[in-house]
């Protein structure tokens, strides 16, 4: 659900970097539930019977639902548009950086005061113009 409305907001940007600026925007705002989904993250990895159910349920997700790695693909092909054809490994390798991303500016976020800046929207500047820039060089 949280993927659906945010895809609706992200129609109305235009540019690559608004997109992902409204993304860890969100995020800021968000702080609490980032650590939640931290912690279904880590439960995912773990082996235990609830980590295998939780895995389970995102391979079985329906056709009307939207995780991040799908939102993250639809920016992707929105940006690129249709002239270029990524390869399966060229957008699994986006997807996945872009996600690294905006999990590693989340860790950030949640992390110690005193190994923060001053200023998050530096760092926020900083992810949203490398990320534009590894996607351009797909062009």
Known sequence: EVTELLD???????????????????????????????????????????GRKIRQHFYDKRDYDMVLFDLVEKIIREELGQQVQLSEEDSLYLVMSIASRLMIYALYLNGDEACRLSEDSIMRERLCMEICKEVGEYR
């Open 8 to 50: 609706n907001r992200l129609a109305k940007k235009q540019s690559l970097y608004d997109k992902i600026e409204m993304i860890m925007l969100d995020m800021e705002k968000h702080k609490k539930e980032i650590v939640c989904a931290f912690k279904v993250l880590y439960i995912m990895m773990d082996n235990s019977a609830v």
